[in-house]
């Protein structure tokens, strides 16, 4: 009789084989011995994972399908404008996160889930002003939020309206972590997370 103490053992040491790797070894062992068993286990679960991952990017890019157009109705900013207004950033790989996350924090707060939306949003701000100070040769004194903010502030680059409104997001972002939700009060709202998102657009404008 298989021993299941065995088999999850043997499971275990499959789990840096190629999906091939195991096929063979699946293949190659007794029917129904441990090894086999352990082989045909770990490659169903990793079928499972991979049609469980595939279903989520499904239902994500529904949710994203002509998204942009409806960005462009409410802030009056195309993608295609917003790449323009950040063509600073020269690593195409980080330019499609920022838009993957804007999509993703304008989906969010439009559909009343205001504490992602604001953590997405945000980080997409942070991140606009790390590669806005890069192309600018300013070296913040701290790799933050805060140092980005006050790199911007001190060299003059943003307005100082627009540094308050990064500084109001920065806060609001904070506010996410349930240490600081110590009331119904200063919870974060739809409409913080809809005003979080706007912000990313205020900001870029002001490249």
Same mark, same amino acid.
């Given at each position: 009789m298989a021993s299941k103490k065995e088999i999850e053992r043997l499971r275990a040491?499959?789990?840096?084989?190629s999906d091939d790797d195991l096929m063979i070894k699946m293949h190659e062992c007794i029917p129904h011995s441990e090894s086999h068993i352990a082989a045909k286990l770990e490659i169903e679960s990793r079928k499972r994972q991979s049609e469980q991952k595939n279903q989520e990017k499904q239902e994500i890019n529904l949710l994203t399908t002509g998204v942009w157009d409806d960005i462009e109705v409410d802030y009056d900013t195309s993608k295609r404008s917003l790449g323009k207004k950040i063509n600073f950033i020269a690593d195409i790989h980080i330019k499609k996160a920022i838009f993957r996350d804007i999509e993703h924090a304008y989906v969010l707060s439009k559909n009343g889930f205001p504490?992602?939306?604001? &953590?997405?949003?945000? !980080?997409?701000?942070?991140?606009?002003?790390?590669?806005?100070?890069?192309?600018?040769?300013?070296?913040? @004194?701290?790799?933050?939020?805060?140092?980005?903010?006050?790199?911007? %502030?001190?060299?003059?680059?943003?307005?100082?309206? &627009?540094?308050?409104?990064?500084? !109001?997001?920065?806060?609001?972002?904070?506010?996410?972590?349930?240490?600081?939700?110590? !009331?119904?009060?200063? @919870?974060? !709202?739809?409409? %913080?997370? &809809?005003?979080?998102?706007?912000s990313i657009f205020t900001i870029a404008n002001a490249f």
């Open positions: 040491s499959y789990k840096d084989k504490k992602p939306a604001v &953590i997405l949003a945000g !980080s997409v701000i942070e991140e606009l002003l790390r590669q806005y100070l890069r192309s600018k040769n300013v070296s913040p @004194t701290q790799q933050s939020f805060d140092g980005y903010i006050k790199a911007c %502030t001190d060299n003059r680059l943003l307005e100082s309206g &627009i540094s308050r409104l990064s500084d !109001s997001v920065r806060c609001f972002r904070n506010l996410v972590h349930l240490a600081n939700e110590k !009331s119904a009060r200063i @919870t974060l !709202s739809k409409a %913080t997370a &809809i005003g979080a998102v706007s």
